[in-house]
């Protein structure tokens, strides 16, 4: 099962370059983040052309989740991180596909910081972890995948230092970003390339992407059953070069489930 996690900055904006990122790696399941649309304009048809199921949370010009299943709909398990009733941004759903558990996740970015979007960040991050550390057990496969807004070290950034004030690489959302693995979470990329530069996000600006001037601040964490079938992982870069793309690139991970 290849699972893939895409912040397409945009759906509707960005429906031609997920379309055609789709037809041709073809994931068996795609979370994608900040759809940037309400609930009834979500293109589901396009994405039923194309062979795809969906389950999604819109909200107007902001934020906004979805996940997306190759010949099949995926079975919603949750929508809303829970904890926080008063919390309405849609930044988390949930669902099983072919006896897998999918969480897929847009972490706040927490810019600027310090401030009132840090302090909501942090708590977000505390919310999720509590929750996580319940799916961890498990005894099915457990994939939390999206767009964690956090650099987790130096490695993960082109010139680090120039992140020093962006809340992405604050101390507290690193340290936040270590307690979620250390509750026992594989953070797929890493664990197959510990030493390697691997960018998922490059700005629009300076010719960052030209430059390789990125960021890896899209994960996948698998829990103990998921990381015992893991046989692959990686990032589809040239879609960061297409015409009119979003400014991550997709990123995946493949389990051999059979």
């Known amino acids: 099962m290849k699972i893939a996690t ?10 031609p370059v997920l379309l055609r990122w789709l037809e041709q790696t073809q994931p068996d399941v795609a979370c994608l983040q900040e759809l940037k649309t309400p609930q009834e304009k979500f293109p589901l048809e396009a994405i039923k052309e194309v062979g795809y199921g969906a389950v999604w949370h819109g909200q107007k010009s902001w934020n906004g989740v979805a996940i997306l299943a190759r010949g099949k709909d ?10 926080d ?20 996740l847009y972490l706040p970015n927490g810019n600027p910081a310090p401030g009132p979007k840090f302090d909501y960040k942090l708590r977000w991050f505390e919310r999720f972890i509590d929750y996580a550390g319940r799916l961890f ?7 939390l995948t999206g767009d964690y807004n956090v650099i ?4 993960d950034a082109y010139k680090p230092e120039r992140w020093l004030g962006d809340a992405l690489f604050f101390p507290e959302s690193r340290a936040a970003f270590q307690r979620l693995v250390a509750q026992g979470w594989t953070d797929a990329l890493r664990s197959l390339y510990p030493t390697d530069h691997i960018y998922t996000y490059w700005d629009y600006f300076r010719n960052a992407f030209e430059r390789d001037a990125g960021i890896r601040i899209d994960h996948a964490l698998l ?9 692959a992982a990686g990032v589809d870069r040239d879609v960061r070069g297409w015409e009119k793309t979003s400014d991550h690139a997709p990123t995946w991970v493949e389990l051999n489930l059979k």
């Open 152 to 155: 987790p070290t130096e490695l």
């Open 74 to 83: 995926p079975q919603e398990t949750r929508r809303g991180l829970p904890g």
């Open 137 to 143: 057990v498990q005894e099915m496969p457990v994939v």
């Open 85 to 104: 009733p008063e919390d309405i941004h849609s930044r988390y759903i949930e669902a099983t596909i072919d006896d897998v558990l999918i969480g897929c």
């Open 6 to 15: 895409y912040n397409v900055n945009g759906i509707n904006a960005r429906l």
């Open 223 to 231: 829990n103990a059953r998921a990381a015992s079938h893991l046989t």
